[in-house]
């Protein structure tokens, strides 16, 4: 899994260096932690996906936000469409580099 330069870890997530590094090379994430990463699938732009269901399927995505709550993660899903279509201050490609 890839980490996007837009990351933003919600405030009381736990996020170290070596938490990074287990996401970054082993596809792993201990914690119950929601990840909004880009979609493995052309058709969706970004899927919620709790931590301990990472697979292989999500090796090639990038993590865009870490949440503690899903509905937290679908809020910031919905903030970040809105600047992407509505507002036009971000684009995709910014958040999947």
Known sequence: MRISKELWVEDGVKWT??????????????????LVCSSPCDHWLFEVIEAKHLTKRYEACYVIGIMQTR?????????????IYNKQIMSYEVLTT
């Open 17 to 34: 260096t070596w938490k990074k590094n287990q996401l970054v090379k082993r596809n792993k994430y201990k914690g119950s932690v929601y």
């Open 71 to 83: 509905e937290g993660a679908i809020r910031y899903i919905a903030s970040l469409i809105d600047n």
